[in-house]
Nanobody, 116 residues
């Protein structure tokens, strides 16, 4: 009943910026948390950043604090991840997630590749 579609990934050089978008559709409602996760080859999927539906309580992984910013536009049902000062170690498939009352919904991911 909820669909998430990520976009904005690409190939960039170290130090560049990207903005990822996650458009949500379906019975979204309220009282949920949305976030960005990433998975590099051979590694587990890790949390990058999360934010409440209201825009409150943004939370970041230590590895991206000061570089990434998560935000949301309730009118457009879209969550963004602004990524600055990208590093090669940021290379991964980035997934959007929505959680409500213990139910998780996932997008299909968007590839981010950062060259040195």
């Amino acid at each position: 009943q909820v669909r998430l579609v990520e976009s904005g990934g690409g190939l960039v050089q170290a130090g560049d910026s990207l903005r990822l978008s996650c458009a949500a559709s379906g019975r979204i409602g309220s009282g949920y948390t949305m976030g960005w996760f990433r998975q590099a080859p051979g590694k587990e999927r890790d949390t990058v950043a999360t934010i409440r539906w209201s825009g409150s309580n943004p939370n970041y992984a230590d590895s991206v604090k000061g570089r990434f910013t998560i935000s949301r536009d309730g009118t457009k049902n879209t969550v963004y991840l602004q990524m600055n000062s990208l590093k090669p170690e940021d290379t991964a498939v980035y997934y959007c997630n929505l959680e409500r009352v213990g139910t998780y919904y996932w997008g299909q991911g968007t590839q981010v590749t950062v060259s040195s």
